[in-house]
């Protein structure tokens, strides 16, 4: 272990990081992929909606009359292009929830045990101080989740919280009571 100062080093930060990387790579190429490949296909469509939109002929609607044909001419670009901003805001919610929830599935993936070793080997105290206050549920390994709490806090600083708790603790803690003797009352 490195050696025990007050604060997490730069090269724990940078070790999480490049752990964390490690770990959700995976998760992260996946929804870039998922999120080029629907707008491509999003930008195509658009583009025939439109264009579909801009080739409508109102001839057939004469018995409505000519203002109201003309009317219909002047908003129809208007009325499709709202039509592509109603479905592409549709596209980027169920984008969103696709990204969230796979980020859900990647953060309760426990680590391994190899990688803990490593991380137990390498960061310092303090940084191995704020691990143990981020894993929570001791009942179950370390997660991703727990990392990625981890390196936030890190950056936050929760060690030096951590030792200003520990030091309130200590002076607010309540006096030691030392028993005092008995009495022993005489035997009649």
């Not at 604060?7 to 490690?22: E, F, G, I, M, V």
């Not at 109603?86 to 919610?93: D, G, K, M, N």
């Not at 390196?151 to 200590?170: N, Y």
């Amino acid at each position: 272990m490195k050696p025990n100062n007050q604060h997490p080093t730069r090269q724990d930060a940078a070790l999480l990081r490049k752990t964390l990387l490690k770990l959700t790579a995976a998760q992260k190429t996946l929804c870039v992929v998922v999120v080029i490949l629907v707008a491509l296909v999003w930008y195509k469509l658009l583009n025939r909606l439109v264009a579909f939109g801009r080739d409508i002929d109102y001839g057939g609607l004469h018995t409505l009359g000519v203002q109201t044909i003309a009317l219909l001419k002047q908003y129809n670009p208007f009325f499709w292009w709202a039509v592509v901003a109603l479905c592409t805001l549709i596209i980027a919610y169920f984008l969103y929830v696709f990204v969230q929830g796979t980020q859900r599935r990647v953060r309760v993936k426990q680590v391994s045990e190899e990688t803990v070793a490593m991380l137990a080997q390498q960061l310092s105290e303090p940084a191995l101080e704020v691990l143990r206050w981020a894993w929570t549920d001791r009942r179950n390994p370390i997660t991703v989740g727990d990392l990625q709490r981890t390196a936030r806090e890190i950056g936050h600083g929760r060690a030096a919280k951590i030792t200003l708790v520990r030091r309130h603790a200590a002076l607010i803690a309540p006096p030691s009571i030392t028993p005092r003797p008995e009495k022993t009352l005489p035997e009649v």
